[in-house]
């Protein structure tokens, strides 16, 4: 059950970066430089100069019909169309629809990308430049040629004050971008990165037109000017909107389009809570769902609709990494800045019983921040036995950090806290009293915990509605037997969001999406200069030079072997920091669509996210395609 699902970096990243896929830096592994149609990150690309389209498409999908989506956000509205500025909410979608990139990446490879915007892109032999020449068919909405200086404009607006902090943060090894003729950029570089040209590749491009002669944070209304394939279409303002299908995008003949963004109008119909839409989804309101919670999955997906066989409920197993879906400790309270605390919080969660009781087995329990992935260093290996400490290039980055570092880093890989064991939940909330008792806490006469200064353990529990509470509380029951006072407060998304960007909370649930390929975006999530600004992701207030270290030598690494000693050893140090207290995941999407009004492909690519699979191949069952033609 994913409950606050807030992306720690700006969505339109996602699909190129903390959620799925890197491309190219072979500038590290060749020599001079050169200009190519897509980028590998740490060797070839799949898909040859001149491919006709991607493997996972069909090229004869019709164009046209309809599809109908549910927002799964936590807000019940939207109050704006600009999805980057930072206040107010935007609508589903609109980013990913609306906004073509300079690069855009295939979904069955973890580590490439393709020209889209640009039609070739050049990383000098030193690695301190990347240079984007744009497709001189590339068109805004409103006709005009995409140029360079639409480009300038849009990474100077992203990496300005109106925008999210993030972007800046990403971008913080970019020493200047230069306009080089009317379809060429040159973005210079501070050092070698592998992972920037990446970052590039995949900002937003708008016109320079948008909300012209008004600072960014006030266009709000007037409709993006993007180059995607969608435009705005009709809305109910706040509430429903549909996305139609530009009949003019450039991009329709693109091998890295065809076949893809078939439907000529996605609408996004929004509803107040998760029962509306349960039951909007049996009467055939839409015709695809994305389900979070492994209850409602289990019990709620049943009525004619699914026994005639209109509605299907179907599982797709990906590869994505499992993301580190967390309750995010604020050690910026003073409550929370003992690490003995923090561990005795997580003690008291009993995950075995919640995946029991609540769950219906359906989820692993998550264990570090790179689950799934090469990089992983935390939880069971696939032999059932925990990763062995830390030895050679790992603990030759972490032994000068020996005394900064809680002892466990170099033991063993970190294990969440389990209850299946012999001494149960009792044995673990035996071992955070005595945690709480070391750190100074004393029950008084009315069994709450306090400090030498008379203050109690209490703390709050931040939840933008009231999807937590079957979680929240059993979790706050074992607590309460320590003696710690764990109230949920549940608010409105509009001030959930503003205390999140003000981290104004004790704790909180944040599904963070892991990374294949992790860089610079762990800057934004633990950084020390992320922690002191507002609205960055870094949630916990994570402000440790070993954290900024090993980030930098992640987005250092010249190879995968630099990449791995330095990712794992990142790994070991905030899981065992406890700035998070882990929960779980899903390796698969759980999705209902009904079979009379769509038609997809046969199989679905291993790092496809979710059901922008189906926005970007699926097509509408008015006219069945044709098979793909062999080549």
Wanted: positive net charge.
């Amino acid at each position: 059950m994913v409950q606050n699902c807030r992306m720690s970096i700006p969505r339109i990243f996602a699909p190129l970066g903390l959620a799925l896929t890197c491309f190219c830096v072979s500038f590290f592994l060749s020599p001079p430089a050169h200009a190519a149609h897509g980028y590998a990150l740490w060797g070839d690309l799949k898909y040859p100069q001149g491919f006709s389209h991607f493997d996972y498409v069909n090229p004869q999908a019709p164009q046209g019909g309809d599809l109908a989506l549910v927002s799964n956000l936590r807000t019940s509205n939207y109050d704006k169309y600009n999805p980057f500025t930072i206040k107010g909410s935007a609508p589903a979608y609109l980013s990913d629809l609306l906004f073509d990139s300079l690069l855009t990446p295939s979904l069955d490879e973890s580590a490439s990308a393709y020209g889209l915007l640009a039609d070739d892109v050049q990383v000098a032999a030193d690695g301190l430049s990347v240079t984007f020449h744009l497709n001189p068919k590339a068109r805004f909405h409103n006709g005009k040629p995409v140029q360079a200086a639409d480009v300038l404009h849009s990474y100077n607006t992203l990496i300005g004050p109106d925008c999210s902090p993030a972007y800046k943060t990403l971008l913080a090894g970019v020493k200047a971008a230069v306009v080089l003729n009317a379809q060429s950029i040159r973005f210079d570089l501070l050092a070698p990165d592998r992972q920037l040209p990446l970052l590039l590749g995949s900002l937003p491009i708008f016109s320079r037109d948008w909300g012209k002669g008004k600072p960014f944070a006030q266009v709000v209304l007037e409709p993006p000017i993007g180059s995607g394939p969608y435009r705005i279409g009709p809305v109910v303002f706040g509430r429903d909107i549909t996305y139609v299908r530009d009949k003019n995008y450039w991009g329709s003949g693109l091998n890295v389009r065809v076949g893809s963004f078939n439907f000529k109008r996605i609408s996004v119909k929004i509803y107040q809570d998760q029962t509306a839409r349960l039951e909007a989804l049996k009467a055939g309101e839409f015709d695809l769902m994305r389900f979070f919670s492994a209850r409602d999955w289990a019990r709620q997906t049943t009525g004619k609709r699914f026994s005639s066989g209109e509605l299907v409920k179907a599982e797709f197993t990906h590869q994505l990494p499992t993301g580190f879906q967390s309750t995010v400790l604020n050690t910026r309270r003073p409550l929370l800045q003992d690490i003995r605390v923090r561990q005795a919080l997580a003690l008291a969660m009993d995950y075995e019983w919640m995946n029991r009781q609540l769950f219906y087995g359906a989820y692993s329990r998550v264990q570090g921040i790179f689950g799934n992935t090469d990089c992983q260093a935390s939880g069971l290996q696939k032999n059932g036995l925990p990763y062995p400490p830390p030895h050679g290039a790992e603990l030759a980055l972490l032994a000068p950090y020996r005394k900064q570092l809680p002892a466990a880093v170099f033991g063993t890989g970190y294990i969440a806290p389990r209850t299946d064991t012999p001494a149960g939940l009792r044995g673990n909330l035996r071992l955070a009293q005595a945690l709480l008792h070391a750190a100074g806490w004393r029950l008084g006469a009315d069994n709450i915990l306090r400090n030498a200064q008379g203050q109690k353990l209490e703390l709050e529990y931040l939840d933008s509605g009231e999807a937590s509470m079957r979680t929240v509380t059993p979790w706050a029951r074992n607590l309460a037997k320590l003696g710690i006072v764990l109230s949920i407060r549940p608010t409105d998304f509009a001030l959930y969001q503003a205390r999140l960007q003000t981290f104004d909370f004790d704790m909180t649930t944040i599904a963070y999406g892991g990374s294949l390929n992790p860089g610079q975006e762990y800057a934004e999530i633990f950084g020390s200069r992320a922690a002191d600004t507002p609205d960055s992701g870094n949630y916990a207030g994570v402000k440790s030079p070993v954290v900024d270290a090993l980030v930098a030598r992640m987005v250092a690494a010249q190879s995968k072997a630099d990449l791995l000693p330095a990712c794992r050893a990142l790994d070991r140090v905030i899981a065992h920091s406890n700035y998070l207290i882990p929960q779980w995941a899903a390796t698969s999407h759980r999705i209902v669509y009904n079979t009379q009004h769509l038609s997809r492909p046969a199989t679905m690519p291993p790092y496809a996210p979710g059901e922008d699979w189906a926005i970007q191949t699926w097509w509408a069952k008015a006219s069945q395609p044709q098979p793909p033609q062999s080549e």
